[in-house]
């Protein structure tokens, strides 16, 4: 794919770019002084770097190249996957944001946990940090993998090295930096990747002879129909909203920057925002796969691979290496915040309800690091040893969605369930998921199929057999125009 001299300029571009990085992240330390800084930025970030670390972990490296992948082989259905992701987050904003923040602003909350605890008790927090952690343990390990994909294929570095290498660098960039490094890395990230995956589009689009070319060349083919929006299945859609979509409502690091905004409404208008530019970057993604097979002609390549060959296809090699870093900066924008997701749970769900009074405020911090070191190693041993990497975090997703979806939604706007209700809900959910993952899905069921449902009919059943309990969410029922007026 590059010549021997190409692929050692790449390396060396990729080696200076992680330096910087770290630099920076370093550079950062020296104003993370509290461990809400670290975990939570110090609750001041302000919107236009709130725009792009929403943008950075919305649209990660494996959305970038799994888009583009299926694109290139199914057609431009895919571009579901794109509104899937966006119209979720839209809802999000609209109706949760508001409620997530309030209750996160009047207990520093840190983490789901802190919700599910006070809403449900804290017997809550134990199924809240299983579910996290697999999932996000599984999902950093596949940044990794990421990592050394990209270096394996621009310098041919054995993946096992690759693996190691990318670990090594982003343990030490998240370590030193926390939560306010990683967003003010994402606002340079996510300004390279939005741009970056613009210009390739137009790029792509002015090679291919615009949309009657394209659509020329399927009808030739017999594949017009991959150009229809509609040629996807209603199953397939049903398991995108189900879990791609229902998995925006349980992510952490998406909770976690609500409370990191400066202000509720900075909160509220940058994921608004950056909901719509995911909404537009995914389907761009999509229809670049598409028009790299219909458009560029690019065939008889392995389908993963079709970002490397487009790029190199419609661009001088300067500027390939320009959409390499593009590559890595959204790898990495993810990687870093499902890092400090994973670590703020085992610091604020497991450690800290168990220190003396104390020792919280004292040690939170050097917990905190520690929290990042221990979701490295595991995620490190799932990316090397864990040759199903990708099962786990579709595990992991189901059980965040099947354990978690219905007591945390359903308990921000009724305040009827009981801690009991919340606490089976979750149990169960969370149990059914992992049975059915590792049954195999029989009858071809995706696990969020069983486990969403019975969490659901477990939540209402428990709530209407047990007692009814005064809680948080009686105190954001009413929200009145003075409460709004100092948000």
């Known amino acids: 794919m590059f010549t021997e001299e190409q692929k050692l300029i790449i ?6 770019y992680f330096f910087f990085l770290f630099g920076t992240a370093v550079f950062i330390n020296r104003r993370v002084k509290t461990y809400d800084d670290y975990n939570v930025a110090g609750r001041t970030v302000s919107m236009y770097p709130l725009i792009l670390t929403f943008i950075g972990t919305a649209v990660g490296g494996s959305i970038l190249l799994g888009y583009m ?8 259905g895919q571009l579901w996957l794109g509104f899937s992701l966006g119209i979720p987050m839209l809802l999000m904003g609209f109706f949760l944001l508001t409620r997530i923040r309030k209750l996160g602003e009047k207990y520093n909350m840190v983490t789901m946990g802190d919700y599910t605890a006070l809403r449900y008790g804290e017997g809550a927090r134990i199924p809240t940090v299983i579910a996290v952690l697999c999932a996000y343990c599984a999902i950093t390990g596949m940044q990794f993998v990421s990592i050394a994909t990209i270096l394996n294929l621009t310098n041919g570095l054995n ?3 690759g693996i190691l290498i990318g670990w090594v660098l982003l343990t030490m960039k998240t370590y030193f930096g926390g939560l306010k490094a990683v967003i003010w890395q994402d606002a340079v990230h996510g300004t390279i990747q939005t741009v970056g995956i613009f210009v390739l589009f137009v790029v792509v689009i002015l090679a291919s002879g615009g949309w ?23 199953t397939e859609l049903a398991v995108l909203f189900l879990t791609l ?12 920057r609500f409370w990191a905004a400066k202000s509720l409404k900075v909160a509220k208008n940058g994921f608004l925002l950056s909901a ?6 995914s389907v761009i993604t999509v229809a670049i796969g598409v028009f790299a097979n219909y458009g560029l002609r690019i065939d008889n390549i392995d389908p993963a691979l079709v970002y490397y060959y ?40 497991l450690i800290k309800p168990r220190l003396k009074d104390e020792n919280k405020t004292k040690n939170m911090l050097l917990y905190s690091r520690m929290s990042v070191g221990i979701v490295s190693l595991i995620s ?11 099962q786990l975090w579709i595990t992991g997703t189901a059980m965040l969605v099947s354990a978690l979806l219905a007591p945390i939604v359903i308990g921000l706007f009724w305040k009827r369930p009981t801690r009991k209700a919340g606490l089976a809900s979750m149990w169960t959910g969370l149990v059914v998921a992992v049975i059915w993952q590792l049954a195999g899905h029989p009858f071809g069921w995706h696990p969020v199929f069983l486990g969403l449902p019975i969490s659901i009919i477990v939540l209402l059943a428990v709530t209407f057999m047990t007692k009814p309990e005064s809680n948080i969410i009686e105190e954001i029922q009413e929200d009145t125009p003075a409460q709004r007026k100092t948000s």
Do not use: H, K
């Open 69 to 76: 992948t299926d694109g290139y082989r199914l057609g431009m």
């Open 159 to 161: 993946m096992t090295i």
């Open 276 to 281: 719509v530019l995911a909404i537009i970057t």
């Open 212 to 234: 009657e070319g394209i659509s020329q060349n399927a009808q030739s083919l017999g594949e017009a129909e991959s150009l229809s929006i509609f040629n996807i299945s209603t």
């Open 11 to 16: 390396g060396i571009t990729v080696i200076v």
């Open 310 to 349: 487009v790029v190199g296809d419609v661009f001088p090699f300067p500027l390939v290496i320009v959409m390499m870093i593009a590559l890595l900066a959204t790898v990495i924008s993810c990687a870093d915040s499902f890092f400090l997701a994973a670590s703020s749970s085992i610091v604020n769900d």
């Open 245 to 256: 979509g229902a998995y925006q409502f349980v992510r952490q690091d998406v909770w976690q």
């Open 380 to 390: 490190v041993l799932l990316a090397l040893y864990i040759p199903q990497l990708v």
